[in-house]
């Protein structure tokens, strides 16, 4: 949250999706450093999940006068490095037929996170499903997932990760923000897929870069996760999967059902 206002993010909305409580006592620290005004926090009181909570947030900055232009969609456990909303905001100035633009992500071992990623195909998305997690270098989730461009390169992607990125605010109003049925993983996809098929671009800025600190829901509640994380992928192949392909989603179901009882027991013997 710090290096957010220190990047220049204001007012930075904080909606409390867990505990409550949580956001106040992580926030302690910058009230009483004077940032009183540059944070809005709302508790609702319980955890609406991952999108709701972002449109809610939203709503916030849609009403203030004048409303927003921008909107930074971030995880609360991120760190933002120097210069990296510029360089975000410097992109969708010069491309304006592009609605969001995420940055590079890294892990806290200073991994590249793949955060850019394609749309695939049924083949694709059956092949990465049924061997990712054994086989990660296989031919099907290479072509799902190329790799984040190096260097400074703006690049158009297919979607990139809600854990972090730069939106229009008028795009995402547009959009009617993330739909609120997904609960965890997938409303990023989601939302790039329709800003797609809204005519919206979607891309990639290089020379912007931070930090996530990724897994901490997981760590909690791994099982449930992991089959919110399956239920979510079947959620977006059906909403998304029209014509005659659509004759192909019981095999869909299928196919994600059996990574989510290899995904399940994977977990229990790392687990064990």
């Not at 910058?30 to 947030?57: E, I, M, Q, T, Y």
Request: hydrophobic content about 50%; proline content about 6%.
């Amino acid at each position: 949250m710090r290096s957010l206002l220190d990047d220049g993010a204001s007012p930075v909305v904080v909606v409390e999706n867990g505990a409550p409580g949580s956001a106040a006592r992580a926030l302690g620290p910058l009230l009483a450093a004077g940032d009183a005004d540059a944070v809005v926090v709302l508790a609702p009181g319980k955890n609406l999940g991952f999108g709701s909570g972002v449109n809610r947030g939203l709503a916030v900055l849609s009403g203030l006068t004048p409303p927003a232009e921008w909107v930074l969609v971030s995880n609360a456990d991120l760190r933002a490095h120097p210069g990296a909303l510029a360089a975000l905001r410097g992109v969708l100035d010069t491309r304006p037929a592009w609605a969001i633009v995420g940055p590079r992500i890294f892990t806290e071992e200073g991994d590249v996170y793949p955060s850019v990623r394609r749309f695939p195909s049924f083949l694709d998305a059956a092949g990465h499903a049924l061997l990712a997690l054994f086989v990660p270098e296989n031919r099907f989730t290479r072509r799902y997932n190329p790799g984040t461009p190096e260097g400074d390169a703006v690049a158009e992607a297919g979607w990139v990760s809600g854990s972090c990125f730069l939106a229009r605010r008028a795009a995402l109003e547009e959009l009617g923000g993330f739909d609120e049925s997904y609960f965890m993983y997938a409303e990023d996809m989601d939302l790039c897929w329709r800003a797609h098929q809204a005519g919206w671009g979607v891309g990639f800025a290089g020379a912007a870069s931070v930090t996530h600190v990724q897994g901490v829901s997981t760590a909690r509640h791994p099982y449930a996760m992991v089959a919110a994380h399956h239920r979510s992928a079947l959620r977006f192949t059906a909403r998304t999967t029209t014509g005659w392909r659509r004759a192909a989603l019981p095999l869909a179901a299928a196919v994600l059902g059996l990574r989510l009882v290899l995904a399940t027991v994977r977990l229990a013997v790392k687990q064990a």
